[in-house]
């Protein structure tokens, strides 16, 4: 440590917030460098999956739930391409297989190798140019919560519309970007709700979750509870309705009364001239008020008080004219 | 589908119509002709027509489920009460922004209407500044959230209300807040108009004062709305999570609350003028810088729209509202000086004052814990701020404001003296703190917990409904010594007579109350989470015990209910079944929890359900909140207040009340509102503070004959005028007659000029 010496003079004081700058912004550059995420290949140019259809079952006994991933892929580039599907964290027994279609017709042919690593899937050549093909994934995911599977589905490339498929019942299923509507369709005798997504980016994350709904299971009510009141608020829908209505009667009571109490206190009732010469006196006094105040300028003041007294005067001239 | 067409197009010629509104009134104010006001007054009703036009229109579609249009399908679905399908219209976005529209070119066609002094260089100026702003949102509902933008393909089903909002606080919990912040548009146009004419006396307030109140009125219901639906539906078992929603309607609310004070010292004394103007230029810039905060999704908030394009419309609009307002009071700054200062340390205009210091202490900690995360952000180390620091910061002012709201009514207006307000304080004081005491140990006991602070809230509260009962009992028994009525009648016409005064008496009533209820339920809650087995006993809260006796299913259109039975005793009484609940959505809907509420006066036992397993073991969320219900009672007789304010009354002239016209008859040429008038009303109200023991008697004798004397003063300066006014007309009628006589007197013409020096 150097002994202090006396005050920093000002080029030290600048120099050493310029040096406090660079320190900070080199900083933050290393830190955003080294947070960032690794480089990524990119996906093969022209390749689009026209539809992802993702079926997921769940089976609360052994905790886990079977998906099946079905992708329509085609490929408008000029070379055959490969293809990567990322299977979520904790999947077991992966499988795929590719059916290639043709220019000319569809033709089913696997393809040339299949490689899991890391969590993704390669299928080497999968996608000849100029054709379409169909990717069938099958994975298994255990439950990562008490009553269910958080699972998220990554493709490389972009979706033109996404399907997720549950079986009607005792699952529940959330996710983001879903559409408002959904429909329900039987396979193989088991009736399912799809959903459905249009346009998911592609490289991106789309978590979904399938929770199993609870059930009363053995400790349903029992006969013990019988006799028994329900207290508490009433939550039915029509003390609901009720009392929203009753709201809105307040509200809409409230804006009445604001508006009727605002005009009648805008109008000049009370205090209001007995004749209009006096309601004239009255307005010129004021504007006479004004100015001594300040608030009328002179141009203001003299058009004021002149339409005012022209006013009076030829009431005073009609007045006398009635009277001869 | 014509109807959607038809409210699509009534919103597309909104905005020429504003437009055209625009030109009218500014020519109105430029010129200042009685023809250009005339189609200034017309022209006005023109966009509220259109806006209601499409209003009815959207309101169709929703009632009618027409799921060709987005915004329908978005928030209604099969199997929604009529109710919530109307509510829908402002229930989102582009609904509300549309419904926010309509009620603001309705007040602009309201105010437009009105007479009052120098209405006619005020109003076009008022208009002018309305149009201007209805401008912005009408621009907004067309290009940005256009509520009848169509689907490409009409949706089968509708997405539904999300199931939190089918509550009925939430039915009317926005429109109040929109109500509230759409309505001060008129003061702060108002007071902006004056001051652009320089007329920064107290017209613009008396004007206006019926329309702060109103909105004043409806963003506190919106508030208490908001908590109840936040206490009764989240089931976090709180009412209020300083969320930066929450605040963002609270943040206006403080500022309107000082500027509804300080515009009392200004209506009477003349003082405060530049304060005022600051005042609801910040409650009307809070209220931009809440409905930023809503719709931009800067802010995550359960209240927040989704993320949108509108908060850089928004930024914009406040960026313009504040530099043009702050320019202006910049540039008539000078207009703004008081009529008169203060006269003593002690009186009725510095406790409002302190008031004011107090409730804008309270608005500053509120929005700078509000915009940290965003400031914080910006400097790259994001941080939340947390309740305890507004907890910290607030609740100690707020013990402050009680206080002052117990003392304010005890101190006279211009001078009064520590003794004085001493004495007069005492014996409420000690009171006060006895009951307070008492209550605070008997919350201590039952629920074994201990705060100062809440005990200091809840003896300033008891003080406050002390002081103002007094102040009723004492206005009461002198209205019965002058007049000899009954007590009961005295009260009533006390009341009605002085509605504003007695109406704010009651608000701070309910205040009181509301504090009683947010102290004891803030400091003195007891909760427990507990895992239940079927058969199983919880341990005791507060006195209540619960029995877990099973579970039940209800299967609804769409819905499953899994509810839980809790046999609940207290003190080994059994009192019943309660029954909070899950309800898992078929659609794809997060899961809801539905709270279980037992409410009573002294306290509410409040069950979540918050997880089960296997049917056979439940996890639950037992809260007892001591005197809650007080907040809601506390919030009813604040309504009821602020409605005896409100309520039209007769106008009347001060001495026709008050002995003090028999003094001055026959002068009686004081008109309400004008100067003469308000020495009246200060007359009164020194005798009422006479009376009322606040003014000691020399002090009084001195300031009553010193208001006599302004008042003959007045008078022969009034008598002057007007004699010299009539001889003025006299000798131009003169004038006109010697002309209009044969033609050797000369023409007809009128010839007169020259002003008054």
Same mark, same amino acid.
Not at chain 1, 15 to 44: E, N, Q, Y
Not at chain 2, 463 to 492: C, I, M, N
Not at chain 2, 675 to 702: S, T
């Given at each position: 440590?150097?002994?202090?010496?006396?005050?920093?003079?000002?080029?030290?004081?600048?120099?050493?917030?310029?040096?406090?700058?660079?320190?900070?912004?080199?900083?933050?550059?290393?830190?955003?460098?080294?947070?960032?995420?690794?480089?990524?290949?990119?996906?093969?140019?022209?390749?689009?999956?026209?539809?992802?259809?993702?079926?997921?079952?769940?089976?609360?006994?052994?905790?886990?739930?079977?998906?099946?991933?079905?992708?329509?892929?085609?490929?408008?580039?000029?070379?055959?391409?490969?293809?990567?599907?990322?299977?979520?964290?904790?999947?077991?027994?992966?499988?795929?297989?590719?059916?290639?279609?043709?220019?000319?017709?569809?033709?089913?042919?696997?393809?040339?190798?299949?490689?899991?690593?890391?969590?993704?899937?390669?299928?080497?050549?999968?996608?000849?140019?100029?054709?379409?093909?169909?990717?069938?994934?099958?994975?298994?995911?255990?439950?990562?919560?008490?009553?269910?599977?958080?699972?998220?589905?990554?493709?490389?490339?972009?979706?033109?519309?996404?399907?997720?498929?549950?079986?009607?019942?005792?699952?529940?299923?959330?996710?983001?970007?879903?559409?408002?509507?959904?429909?329900?369709?039987?396979?193989?005798?088991?009736?399912?709700?799809?959903?459905?997504?249009?346009?998911?980016?592609?490289?991106?994350?789309?978590?979904?979750?399938?929770?199993?709904?609870?059930?009363?299971?053995?400790?349903?009510?029992?006969?013990?509870?019988?006799?028994?009141?329900?207290?508490?608020?009433?939550?039915?829908?029509?003390?609901?309705?009720?009392?929203?209505?009753?709201?809105?009667?307040?509200?809409?009571?409230?804006?009445?009364?604001?508006?009727?109490?605002?005009?009648?206190?805008?109008?000049?009732?009370?205090?209001?001239?007995?004749?209009?010469?006096?309601?004239?006196?009255?307005?010129?006094?004021?504007?006479?008020?004004?100015?001594?105040?300040?608030?009328?300028?002179?141009?203001?003041?003299?058009?004021?008080?002149?339409?005012?007294?022209?006013?009076?005067?030829?009431?005073?001239?009609?007045?006398?004219?009635?009277?001869? | 589908?014509?109807?959607?067409?038809?409210?699509?197009?009534?919103?597309?010629?909104?905005?020429?119509?504003?437009?055209?509104?625009?030109?009218?009134?500014?020519?109105?104010?430029?010129?200042?002709?009685?023809?250009?006001?005339?189609?200034?007054?017309?022209?006005?009703?023109?966009?509220?027509?259109?806006?209601?036009?499409?209003?009815?229109?959207?309101?169709?579609?929703?009632?009618?489920?027409?799921?060709?249009?987005?915004?329908?399908?978005?928030?209604?679905?099969?199997?929604?009460?009529?109710?919530?399908?109307?509510?829908?219209?402002?229930?989102?976005?582009?609904?509300?922004?549309?419904?926010?529209?309509?009620?603001?070119?309705?007040?602009?066609?309201?105010?437009?209407?009105?007479?009052?002094?120098?209405?006619?260089?005020?109003?076009?100026?008022?208009?002018?500044?309305?149009?201007?702003?209805?401008?912005?949102?009408?621009?907004?509902?067309?290009?940005?959230?256009?509520?009848? *933008?169509?689907?490409?393909?009409?949706?089968?089903?509708?997405?539904?209300?999300?199931?939190?909002?089918?509550?009925?606080?939430?039915?009317?919990?926005?429109?109040?807040?929109?109500?509230?912040?759409?309505?001060?548009?008129?003061?702060?146009?108002?007071?902006?108009?004056?001051?652009?004419?320089?007329?920064?006396?107290?017209?613009?307030?008396?004007?206006?004062?019926?329309?702060?109140?109103?909105?004043?009125?409806?963003?506190?219901?919106?508030?208490?709305?908001?908590?109840?639906?936040?206490?009764?539906?989240?089931?976090?078992?709180?009412?209020?999570?300083?969320?930066?929603?929450?605040?963002?309607?609270?943040?206006?609310?403080?500022?309107?609350?000082?500027?509804?004070?300080?515009?009392?010292?200004?209506?009477?004394?003349?003082?405060?003028?530049?304060?005022?103007?600051?005042?609801?230029?910040?409650?009307?810039?809070?209220?931009?810088?809440?409905?930023?905060?809503?719709?931009?999704?800067?802010?995550?908030?359960?209240?927040?729209?989704?993320?949108?394009?509108?908060?850089?419309?928004?930024?914009?609009?406040?960026?313009? *509202?504040?530099?043009?307002?702050?320019?202006?009071?910049?540039?008539?700054?000078?207009?703004?000086?008081?009529?008169?200062?203060?006269?003593?340390?002690?009186?009725?205009?510095?406790?409002?004052?302190?008031?004011?210091?107090?409730?804008?202490?309270?608005?500053?900690?509120?929005?700078?814990?509000?915009?940290?995360?965003?400031?914080?952000?910006?400097?790259?180390?994001?941080?939340?701020?947390?309740?305890?620091?507004?907890?910290?910061?607030?609740?100690?002012?707020?013990?402050?404001?009680?206080?002052?709201?117990?003392?304010?009514?005890?101190?006279?207006?211009?001078?009064?003296?520590?003794?004085?307000?001493?004495?007069?304080?005492?014996?409420?004081?000690?009171?006060?703190?006895?009951?307070?005491?008492?209550?605070?140990?008997?919350?201590?006991?039952?629920?074994?917990?201990?705060?100062?602070?809440?005990?200091?809230?809840?003896?300033?509260?008891?003080?406050?409904?002390?002081?103002?009962?007094?102040?009723?009992?004492?206005?009461?028994?002198?209205?019965?010594?002058?007049?000899?009525?009954?007590?009961?009648?005295?009260?009533?016409?006390?009341?009605?007579?002085?509605?504003?005064?007695?109406?704010?008496?009651?608000?701070?009533?309910?205040?009181?109350?509301?504090?009683?209820?947010?102290?004891?339920?803030?400091?003195?809650?007891?909760?427990?989470?507990?895992?239940?087995?079927?058969?199983?006993?919880?341990?005791?809260?507060?006195?209540?015990?619960?029995?877990?006796?099973?579970?039940?299913?209800?299967?609804?259109?769409?819905?499953?209910?899994?509810?839980?039975?809790?046999?609940?005793?207290?003190?080994?009484?059994?009192?019943?079944?309660?029954?909070?609940?899950?309800?898992?959505?078929?659609?794809?809907?997060?899961?809801?929890?539905?709270?279980?509420?037992?409410?009573?006066?002294?306290?509410?036992?409040?069950?979540?359900?918050?997880?089960?397993?296997?049917?056979?073991?439940?996890?639950?969320?037992?809260?007892?909140?001591?005197?809650?219900?007080?907040?809601?009672?506390?919030?009813?007789?604040?309504?009821?207040?602020?409605?005896?304010?409100?309520?039209?009354?007769?106008?009347?002239?001060?001495?026709?009340?008050?002995?003090?016209?028999?003094?001055?008859?026959?002068?009686?040429?004081?008109?309400?509102?004008?100067?003469? *008038?308000?020495?009246? *009303?200060?007359?009164?109200?020194?005798?009422?503070?006479?009376?009322?023991?606040?003014?000691?008697?020399?002090?009084?004798?001195?300031?009553?004959?010193?208001?006599?004397?302004?008042?003959?003063?007045?008078?022969?300066?009034?008598?002057?005028?007007?004699?010299?006014?009539?001889?003025?007309?006299?000798?131009?009628?003169?004038?006109?007659?010697?002309?209009?006589?044969?033609?050797?007197?000369?023409?007809?013409?009128?010839?007169?000029?020259?002003?008054?020096?």
């Amino acid at each position: 440590m150097g002994e202090r010496l006396g005050p920093p003079t000002r080029g030290q004081v600048r120099c050493s917030r310029v040096a406090k700058v660079v320190v900070f912004a080199c900083a933050a550059a290393a830190s955003t460098a080294l947070a960032a995420p690794p480089p990524r290949a990119l996906a093969g140019a022209g390749v689009e999956v026209t539809r992802e259809q993702v079926m997921l079952v769940p089976a609360p006994v052994v905790r886990k739930v079977e998906v099946l991933q079905v992708l329509t892929v085609s490929n408008r580039g000029p070379a055959a391409s490969d293809l990567t599907v990322s299977v979520p964290a904790g999947a077991s027994a992966v499988r795929a297989a590719v059916s290639r279609a043709g220019t000319g017709g569809n033709v089913a042919a696997p393809a040339r190798s299949v490689s899991v690593a890391h969590g993704r899937i390669r299928l080497t050549n999968a996608v000849q140019a100029g054709a379409s093909a169909t990717v069938t994934v099958t994975y298994t995911v255990p439950f990562t919560s008490s009553d269910g599977a958080g699972i998220v589905l990554h493709l490389d490339y972009p979706v033109d519309m996404a399907y997720l498929y549950i079986p009607v019942g005792r699952f529940a299923l959330s996710a983001p970007g879903l559409q408002l509507t959904t429909q329900t369709v039987t396979l193989s005798g088991l009736r399912f709700r799809v959903f459905s997504r249009p346009a998911v980016p592609a490289g991106s994350d789309w978590p979904v979750d399938v929770e199993v709904l609870p059930d009363a299971g053995p400790g349903a009510t029992g006969a013990d509870v019988k006799g028994l009141p329900v207290i508490g608020t009433d939550d039915t829908g029509r003390a609901n309705s009720a009392q929203a209505l009753g709201n809105l009667a307040l509200a809409a009571f409230i804006f009445a009364l604001g508006l009727v109490g605002v005009r009648r206190a805008s109008r000049p009732t009370a205090g209001r001239p007995a004749t209009t010469a006096e309601a004239l006196y009255r307005s010129w006094e004021q504007v006479e008020r004004l100015r001594a105040a300040g608030v009328l300028d002179e141009t203001d003041y003299q058009r004021r008080r002149e339409q005012l007294k022209q006013r009076l005067v030829a009431m005073r001239l009609a007045e006398t004219r009635e009277d001869a | 589908m014509l109807t959607g067409t038809i409210g699509e197009w009534a919103l597309r010629l909104l905005l020429p119509a504003i437009a055209s509104s625009i030109c009218v009134h500014a020519a109105a104010a430029k010129t200042g002709s009685p023809g250009w006001r005339r189609r200034s007054r017309q022209v006005a009703w023109l966009p509220f027509a259109l806006a209601a036009v499409a209003s009815a229109a959207l309101i169709c579609l929703l009632v009618r489920e027409d799921w060709a249009y987005a915004y329908v399908a978005e928030y209604t679905g099969s199997g929604l009460p009529l109710i919530y399908r109307i509510a829908a219209f402002w229930g989102g976005n582009a609904g509300s922004l549309l419904f926010w529209v309509l009620m603001l070119t309705l007040y602009a066609a309201v105010v437009a209407q009105a007479h009052h002094e120098d209405s006619e260089r005020m109003l076009p100026l008022v208009s002018l500044i309305l149009a201007l702003m209805t401008a912005f949102y009408a621009l907004v509902v067309n290009v940005v959230a256009n509520p009848f *933008a169509r689907l490409p393909h009409p949706a089968e089903a509708g997405n539904g209300l999300n199931p939190l909002l089918q509550h009925p606080g939430m039915t009317v919990h926005p429109v109040n807040v929109y109500l509230g912040y759409i309505g001060f548009s008129v003061p702060f146009a108002y007071a902006m108009a004056g001051l652009w004419l320089r007329r920064t006396d107290s017209v613009w307030l008396t004007v206006t004062r019926r329309w702060t109140l109103v909105s004043w009125l409806f963003l506190s219901i919106g508030i208490v709305y908001g908590a109840h639906w936040s206490y009764e539906e989240l089931g976090w078992g709180g009412y209020w999570a300083w969320d930066p929603v929450e605040n963002a309607s609270l943040l206006p609310w403080l500022t309107a609350t000082a500027f509804l004070h300080s515009a009392i010292v200004q209506e009477r004394r003349g003082m405060l003028k530049a304060w005022n103007i600051v005042l609801i230029t910040l409650t009307y810039l809070l209220t931009l810088l809440g409905t930023f905060l809503t719709r931009s999704g800067v802010l995550w908030s359960i209240h927040a729209f989704a993320n949108g394009p509108l908060g850089i419309w928004f930024a914009a609009f406040v960026g313009v *509202a504040t530099a043009a307002s702050a320019a202006l009071i910049a540039v008539r700054w000078r207009t703004l000086r008081a009529d008169r200062s203060f006269e003593a340390v002690v009186s009725k205009e510095t406790g409002f004052m302190l008031n004011n210091v107090l409730f804008l202490g309270s608005t500053f900690a509120v929005l700078w814990g509000t915009v940290y995360p965003l400031v914080s952000e910006w400097a790259g180390q994001p941080m939340v701020v947390g309740p305890p620091f507004y907890n910290k910061v607030n609740l100690p002012l707020a013990v402050c404001i009680l206080l002052l709201m117990g003392i304010g009514p005890m101190v006279a207006w211009r001078r009064s003296s520590a003794p004085a307000v001493g004495r007069t304080v005492l014996y409420p004081m000690l009171i006060s703190t006895g009951f307070g005491l008492a209550l605070s140990g008997w919350l201590e006991h039952q629920y074994h917990h201990q705060s100062a602070l809440g005990t200091a809230g809840l003896v300033a509260a008891v003080f406050v409904l002390w002081t103002v009962g007094q102040e009723f009992v004492q206005a009461v028994r002198a209205r019965v010594r002058l007049t000899g009525e009954s007590w009961p009648l005295s009260l009533v016409r006390l009341v009605s007579r002085h509605r504003r005064r007695y109406g704010g008496y009651i608000v701070h009533l309910g205040v009181a109350v509301m504090a009683i209820g947010i102290a004891g339920s803030g400091v003195f809650h007891v909760d427990l989470e507990q895992q239940l087995r079927v058969g199983q006993t919880s341990a005791p809260v507060a006195g209540y015990q619960a029995t877990f006796a099973g579970m039940g299913v209800e299967q609804g259109p769409g819905t499953r209910r899994l509810y839980a039975n809790l046999v609940i005793r207290r003190d080994g009484q059994v009192l019943g079944l309660l029954r909070p609940a899950a309800t898992f959505y078929s659609d794809g809907q997060q899961p809801t929890t539905d709270v279980a509420l037992y409410s009573r006066p002294l306290r509410d036992l409040y069950v979540v359900m918050i997880g089960t397993s296997q049917g056979e073991s439940a996890v639950f969320d037992f809260h007892v909140n001591p005197l809650v219900q007080w907040i809601w009672w506390g919030g009813y007789l604040f309504i009821a207040g602020t409605i005896v304010s409100l309520w039209p009354e007769r106008r009347q002239l001060a001495q026709a009340t008050w002995p003090a016209a028999a003094v001055l008859a026959p002068v009686t040429t004081a008109v309400d509102g004008s100067d003469a *008038a308000d020495l009246y *009303a200060q007359w009164a109200e020194l005798e009422y503070d006479h009376l009322a023991g606040k003014v000691p008697p020399d002090m009084y004798r001195r300031q009553r004959d010193e208001l006599i004397m302004r008042i003959r003063a007045m008078d022969a300066a009034s008598i002057d005028l007007r004699t010299s006014l009539e001889s003025e007309v006299e000798a131009a009628v003169q004038e006109v007659r010697s002309r209009a006589a044969p033609p050797e007197a000369g023409d007809a013409a009128l010839g007169w000029g020259g002003g008054r020096s």
